[in-house]
């Protein structure tokens, strides 16, 4: 058999096992700071990948979520919304915190979401962050606010 063409199957699978590493690589390291710590989220770091309700920088503040049902209902409702997005997961829940991770198409690049629901303002805090780069494209926003219209329009739909 040519040299050549070993050369050539040894050079693609080799290749295809770099990819593969590179890939699962992506979904980065699941961070320690996430939950609820004395009523707050994480904060955002100064990187433009992170929106939060409880930030109080213009460039990561987005508005909470608001509900008047039961905090349960409220998160039943939540879950039924989150889990109608491609490439999501609920990974942890308790009575008043939802832990949410959304995987990109292509790379499979994580970002953490997360819901802190507050019994007595009726509100629902919320925070998404891309675990690896510097920026997302306002990814990170963007499903917030999709989210949000999901959220708004749930009487008519769910």
Not at 6 to 20: A, E, H, K, Q, R
């Amino acid at each position: 058999m040519p040299s050549s063409i070993i050369n050539c199957g040894f050079l693609m699978s080799l290749t295809s096992i770099v990819c593969s590493v590179f890939l699962i690589g992506c979904s980065g390291v699941r961070p320690e700071n996430l939950g609820v710590k004395d009523g707050h989220l994480a904060p955002c770091p100064e990187t433009p990948n992170c929106v939060s309700s409880q930030s109080t920088d213009k460039d990561h503040a987005i508005a909470p979520l608001r509900y008047s049902s039961s905090t349960s209902e409220a998160m039943a409702d939540l879950k039924k919304i989150i889990l109608r997005m491609q490439r999501t997961k609920v990974v942890f829940e308790s009575d008043h915190y939802l832990s949410v991770e959304c995987s990109s198409a292509v790379f499979r690049f994580v970002d953490d979401v997360e819901f802190s629901f507050v019994d007595a303002a009726k509100t629902i805090h919320v925070r998404s962050a891309s675990r690896m780069g510097k920026d997302d494209l306002g990814v990170n926003r963007k499903r917030i606010e999709a989210i949000r219209f999901a959220w708004n329009a749930r009487g008519k739909e769910l």
